[in-house]
């Protein structure tokens, strides 16, 4: 089971980037899956994620500029577009995702998976 995000770079404050973190292997079901940051010398914070009926949240930071979504209910890829972007979105951007997926002949159940985080620089 691997998580795989991309779309990280280089962009300009005011610039816009689109992450996508994509699931894949032997999987049963994705009970959640969110994007959190690392800044450096922060610790990592939840930026976006979906409630239990499917509503997405954000963090209050990236209320307004930030959107989280998935192509169905049932998608193994999450986006998140960053609009408006500005030099203090500048992390490492990581996927999580709970997962329960066979092993063999066994379930492993909500294992809690990071993927590799994508860097996002904002700067001029």
């Known amino acids: 089971v691997q998580l795989q995000a991309s779309g990280g770079g280089l962009v300009q404050p005011g610039g816009s980037l689109k992450l996508s973190c994509a699931a894949s292997?032997?999987?049963?079901?994705?009970?959640?899956m969110e994007w959190y940051r690392q800044a450096p010398g922060k610790q990592r914070e939840l930026v976006a994620g979906?409630?239990?009926?499917?509503?997405?949240?954000y963090a209050d930071s990236v209320k307004g500029r930030f959107t989280i979504s998935r192509d169905n209910p049932m998608s193994r890829t999450v986006h998140l577009e960053m609009n408006t972007l500005k030099p203090e979105d500048t992390a490492l951007y990581y996927c999580?995702?709970?997962?329960?997926?066979?092993?063999?002949?066994?379930?492993?159940?909500?294992?809690?998976?990071w993927g590799k985080g994508t860097l996002v620089t904002v700067s001029s």
């Open positions: 999580n995702a709970v997962m329960t997926y066979k092993d063999g002949g066994a379930t492993v159940y909500n294992v809690d998976y």
């Open positions: 292997g032997n999987i049963l079901k994705i009970t959640s």
């Open positions: 979906f409630a239990r009926n499917g509503d997405p949240t």
